[in-house]
Protein backbone atom coordinates (compact mmCIF):
# COMPACT_ATOMS: atom_id res chain seq x y z
CA UNK A 1 0.00 0.00 0.00
CA UNK A 2 1.52 3.83 -0.88
CA UNK A 3 0.74 6.93 0.67
CA UNK A 4 -1.42 7.98 -2.22
CA UNK A 5 -3.50 10.97 -1.80
CA UNK A 6 -4.08 10.06 1.70
CA UNK A 7 -2.67 12.44 4.45
CA UNK A 8 -0.07 10.92 6.47
CA UNK A 9 -0.32 11.01 9.74
CA UNK A 10 2.14 12.77 11.72
CA UNK A 11 4.51 11.40 14.89
CA UNK A 12 6.62 12.14 17.79
CA UNK A 13 8.23 8.78 19.43
CA UNK A 14 10.23 8.92 22.52
CA UNK A 15 13.26 6.71 21.56
CA UNK A 16 14.67 6.05 24.73
CA UNK A 17 18.18 4.38 25.31
CA UNK A 18 19.71 2.98 22.00
CA UNK A 19 19.45 -0.75 23.29
CA UNK A 20 16.14 -0.42 21.96
CA UNK A 21 17.34 -1.35 18.70
CA UNK A 22 18.72 -4.89 19.71
CA UNK A 23 15.24 -5.66 21.63
CA UNK A 24 11.92 -6.43 21.08
CA UNK A 25 9.86 -4.68 23.73
CA UNK A 26 6.20 -2.99 24.34
CA UNK A 27 8.29 0.43 22.94
CA UNK A 28 9.67 -1.25 19.69
CA UNK A 29 5.99 -3.30 18.90
CA UNK A 30 4.45 -0.18 19.31
CA UNK A 31 6.90 1.86 16.51
CA UNK A 32 6.39 -1.51 14.33
CA UNK A 33 3.09 -1.83 14.35
CA UNK A 34 2.51 2.26 13.70
CA UNK A 35 4.58 1.48 10.47
CA UNK A 36 2.47 -2.04 9.73
CA UNK A 37 -1.26 0.06 9.74
CA UNK A 38 -0.03 3.07 7.58
CA UNK A 39 0.25 3.52 3.96
CA UNK A 40 3.99 3.07 2.82
CA UNK A 41 5.11 7.04 3.13
CA UNK A 42 6.33 8.15 -0.17
CA UNK A 43 9.54 9.82 2.22
CA UNK A 44 9.82 10.30 5.64
CA UNK A 45 11.04 13.54 7.36
CA UNK A 46 12.98 12.99 10.82
CA UNK A 47 13.60 16.16 13.12
CA UNK A 48 15.56 14.38 15.90
CA UNK A 49 17.22 15.32 19.09
CA UNK A 50 20.46 14.16 17.57
CA UNK A 51 21.18 16.93 15.18
CA UNK A 52 21.14 19.81 17.76
CA UNK A 53 23.51 22.82 15.85
CA UNK A 54 23.73 26.69 14.69
CA UNK A 55 21.63 27.15 11.48
CA UNK A 56 18.81 25.17 9.83
CA UNK A 57 19.68 22.41 7.71
CA UNK A 58 18.35 19.40 5.60
CA UNK A 59 20.20 16.18 4.55
CA UNK A 60 20.55 16.42 0.85
CA UNK A 61 22.67 13.69 -0.29
CA UNK A 62 21.64 10.38 -2.45
CA UNK A 63 22.57 7.75 0.33
CA UNK A 64 22.90 9.11 3.98
CA UNK A 65 24.97 7.15 6.23
CA UNK A 66 24.46 5.60 9.26
CA UNK A 67 26.04 7.71 12.08
CA UNK A 68 26.78 5.81 16.00
CA UNK A 69 26.72 8.93 17.15
CA UNK A 70 27.37 7.39 21.01
CA UNK A 71 29.41 6.03 23.24
CA UNK A 72 30.12 3.07 25.60
CA UNK A 73 27.28 0.54 23.83
CA UNK A 74 27.76 -3.19 22.74
CA UNK A 75 29.96 -3.61 19.71
CA UNK A 76 26.38 -5.06 18.13
CA UNK A 77 24.73 -1.47 18.36
CA UNK A 78 27.62 -0.43 16.18
CA UNK A 79 27.43 -3.24 13.87
CA UNK A 80 23.90 -1.40 13.18
CA UNK A 81 23.82 -0.08 9.04
CA UNK A 82 20.15 1.58 7.82
CA UNK A 83 20.89 1.61 4.64
CA UNK A 84 17.64 4.08 3.57
CA UNK A 85 18.07 5.83 0.47
CA UNK A 86 17.93 10.25 0.66
CA UNK A 87 15.89 12.38 -1.15
CA UNK A 88 17.49 15.37 -2.46
CA UNK A 89 14.44 16.76 -4.48
CA UNK A 90 12.12 16.65 -1.27
CA UNK A 91 15.50 18.16 0.61
CA UNK A 92 14.99 21.27 -1.69
CA UNK A 93 11.30 21.32 -1.43
CA UNK A 94 11.88 21.42 2.73
CA UNK A 95 14.48 24.49 1.79
CA UNK A 96 11.63 26.06 -0.41
CA UNK A 97 8.59 25.92 1.87
CA UNK A 98 11.13 27.25 4.58
CA UNK A 99 11.98 30.39 2.74
CA UNK A 100 12.86 33.32 3.33
CA UNK A 101 14.85 31.32 6.02
CA UNK A 102 18.25 29.77 5.41
CA UNK A 103 18.23 26.40 5.05
CA UNK A 104 21.48 24.73 4.16
CA UNK A 105 21.30 21.57 2.04
CA UNK A 106 24.30 19.46 4.01
CA UNK A 107 26.08 16.66 2.68
CA UNK A 108 27.81 15.52 5.59
CA UNK A 109 25.62 14.62 8.32
CA UNK A 110 22.87 11.18 7.91
CA UNK A 111 21.18 9.70 9.75
CA UNK A 112 21.57 9.28 13.33
CA UNK A 113 20.45 7.46 15.86
CA UNK A 114 17.35 9.30 16.57
CA UNK A 115 16.23 8.19 13.64
CA UNK A 116 17.39 5.06 12.35
CA UNK A 117 16.69 3.56 16.44
CA UNK A 118 13.13 3.81 15.45
CA UNK A 119 13.06 3.54 11.84
CA UNK A 120 14.71 0.33 11.84
CA UNK A 121 12.01 -0.87 13.89
CA UNK A 122 8.65 1.08 11.74
CA UNK A 123 10.74 0.25 8.49
CA UNK A 124 12.99 -2.46 8.16
CA UNK A 125 13.39 -2.75 4.85
CA UNK A 126 15.54 0.57 5.14
CA UNK A 127 13.48 1.15 1.59
CA UNK A 128 11.72 4.14 1.74
CA UNK A 129 13.33 7.57 1.52
CA UNK A 130 14.67 9.72 4.61
CA UNK A 131 15.83 13.09 4.90
CA UNK A 132 16.97 14.73 8.37
CA UNK A 133 16.38 18.26 9.47
CA UNK A 134 18.49 20.01 11.74
CA UNK A 135 17.15 21.98 15.45
CA UNK A 136 18.90 25.43 14.88
CA UNK A 137 19.95 25.59 19.02
CA UNK A 138 19.90 29.52 19.27
CA UNK A 139 16.06 29.60 18.36
CA UNK A 140 13.51 29.82 20.64
CA UNK A 141 10.37 27.36 21.12
CA UNK A 142 8.22 29.42 18.79
CA UNK A 143 10.83 29.20 15.85
CA UNK A 144 10.53 25.47 16.04
CA UNK A 145 6.81 25.12 15.95
CA UNK A 146 6.27 27.81 13.61
CA UNK A 147 8.67 25.82 10.84
CA UNK A 148 6.76 22.44 11.83
CA UNK A 149 3.55 25.01 10.68
CA UNK A 150 5.38 25.15 7.32
CA UNK A 151 6.02 21.81 6.75
CA UNK A 152 1.92 20.86 7.24
CA UNK A 153 2.02 20.39 3.28
CA UNK A 154 4.37 17.34 3.36
CA UNK A 155 1.83 15.29 4.59
CA UNK A 156 -0.31 15.92 2.10
CA UNK A 157 2.11 14.52 -0.42
CA UNK A 158 2.41 11.30 1.60
CA UNK A 159 5.24 12.27 3.76
CA UNK A 160 5.87 10.92 7.10
CA UNK A 161 7.16 13.86 9.56
CA UNK A 162 8.82 12.19 12.24
CA UNK A 163 10.27 13.50 15.66
CA UNK A 164 12.88 11.69 17.43
CA UNK A 165 13.23 12.78 21.20
CA UNK A 166 11.97 12.49 24.55
CA UNK A 167 9.48 14.64 26.34
CA UNK A 168 11.23 14.21 30.12
CA UNK A 169 14.87 13.45 29.50
CA UNK A 170 17.18 14.17 32.81
CA UNK A 171 19.76 11.55 31.84
CA UNK A 172 21.61 12.66 35.18
CA UNK A 173 19.18 11.71 37.38
CA UNK A 174 18.57 8.39 35.22
CA UNK A 175 18.57 4.90 36.61
CA UNK A 176 19.93 2.47 34.47
CA UNK A 177 17.90 -0.26 35.88
CA UNK A 178 14.75 -1.79 33.82
CA UNK A 179 12.86 -1.65 37.44
CA UNK A 180 13.69 1.62 38.13
CA UNK A 181 10.48 3.76 39.76
CA UNK A 182 9.92 7.16 37.97
CA UNK A 183 9.83 10.17 40.06
CA UNK A 184 7.18 12.56 40.15
CA UNK A 185 8.52 15.22 38.74
CA UNK A 186 8.61 13.17 35.44
CA UNK A 187 5.45 11.68 35.92
CA UNK A 188 3.37 14.95 37.20
CA UNK A 189 5.39 16.93 33.47
CA UNK A 190 4.75 13.90 31.33
CA UNK A 191 1.01 13.70 32.59
CA UNK A 192 1.16 17.44 31.50
CA UNK A 193 2.30 17.18 27.97
CA UNK A 194 -0.15 13.91 27.57
CA UNK A 195 -3.18 16.28 28.13
CA UNK A 196 -2.16 19.57 26.53
CA UNK A 197 -1.83 17.06 23.58
CA UNK A 198 -4.97 15.17 24.03
CA UNK A 199 -6.60 18.74 23.82
CA UNK A 200 -4.74 20.45 21.12
CA UNK A 201 -3.72 23.31 23.52
CA UNK A 202 -0.34 24.35 21.59
CA UNK A 203 0.38 27.73 23.31
CA UNK A 204 1.32 25.79 26.89
CA UNK A 205 2.98 23.18 24.91
CA UNK A 206 5.31 25.23 23.48
CA UNK A 207 5.48 28.02 26.48
CA UNK A 208 6.67 24.52 28.29
CA UNK A 209 9.35 26.65 30.64
CA UNK A 210 6.51 28.61 32.26
CA UNK A 211 5.05 24.90 33.41
CA UNK A 212 6.52 24.79 36.87
CA UNK A 213 9.48 22.83 38.49
CA UNK A 214 8.37 19.56 37.01
CA UNK A 215 8.80 21.24 33.46
CA UNK A 216 12.40 22.66 34.56
CA UNK A 217 13.44 19.10 36.03
CA UNK A 218 12.21 16.92 33.11
CA UNK A 219 13.62 19.43 30.32
CA UNK A 220 16.64 20.65 31.45
CA UNK A 221 18.06 21.44 27.89
CA UNK A 222 15.81 21.76 25.07
CA UNK A 223 16.79 19.01 22.22
CA UNK A 224 14.39 16.42 23.17
CA UNK A 225 11.38 18.17 23.17
CA UNK A 226 11.78 20.77 20.67
CA UNK A 227 11.12 17.88 17.56
CA UNK A 228 7.59 17.42 19.50
CA UNK A 229 6.79 21.12 18.43
CA UNK A 230 7.39 19.99 14.67
CA UNK A 231 4.94 17.60 15.13
CA UNK A 232 2.06 19.47 16.48
CA UNK A 233 3.30 22.34 14.12
CA UNK A 234 2.42 20.10 11.75
CA UNK A 235 -0.80 19.37 12.90
CA UNK A 236 -4.18 20.49 10.98
CA UNK A 237 -6.91 22.33 12.88
CA UNK A 238 -9.64 19.22 12.81
CA UNK A 239 -7.13 16.73 13.72
CA UNK A 240 -6.96 14.77 16.89
CA UNK A 241 -3.99 13.59 18.68
CA UNK A 242 -3.90 9.97 20.15
CA UNK A 243 -0.89 8.17 22.19
CA UNK A 244 0.56 5.13 20.73
CA UNK A 245 2.43 4.41 23.72
CA UNK A 246 3.74 5.89 26.95
CA UNK A 247 5.76 5.28 29.84
CA UNK A 248 8.67 6.69 31.93
CA UNK A 249 12.04 4.36 31.38
CA UNK A 250 15.31 4.30 33.59
CA UNK A 251 12.89 6.95 35.99
CA UNK A 252 13.23 10.08 34.05
CA UNK A 253 13.20 9.18 30.49
CA UNK A 254 9.62 9.76 28.80
CA UNK A 255 8.74 7.26 26.41
CA UNK A 256 5.63 8.84 25.13
CA UNK A 257 5.28 8.48 21.65
CA UNK A 258 1.97 10.48 20.25
CA UNK A 259 -0.08 10.41 16.72
CA UNK A 260 -1.21 13.49 14.89
CA UNK A 261 -4.22 12.30 12.07
CA UNK A 262 -5.84 9.15 11.96
CA UNK A 263 -4.12 5.92 11.20
CA UNK A 264 -7.07 4.24 10.04
CA UNK A 265 -8.05 6.87 7.74
CA UNK A 266 -4.87 7.21 6.29
CA UNK A 267 -4.78 3.86 5.57
CA UNK A 268 -8.23 3.51 4.19
Known amino acids: ?10 LFVGHGNPLNVLVRNAYTEAWHQF ?53 PALAGQIRDL ?54 RPLREQGVLILGSGNVVHN ?37 YEDLGEAATLSVPTPEHYLPLLYVIGAQGAEERASILIDDIDMGSIGMLSVVIGSINAAAG
Open 171 to 207: LRRAHWDEHAMPYDWAVDFNQQVRDLLLRGEHAPLVG
Open 1 to 10: MSAGNAIMPA
Open 35 to 87: GQHIPRPNAILVISAHWYTRGTAVTAMAQPPTLHDFGGFPQALFDIQYPAPGA
Open 98 to 151: LAPLEVRLDLDWGLDHGAWSVLVHMFPDADVPVVQLALDATQPARFHYELGRHL
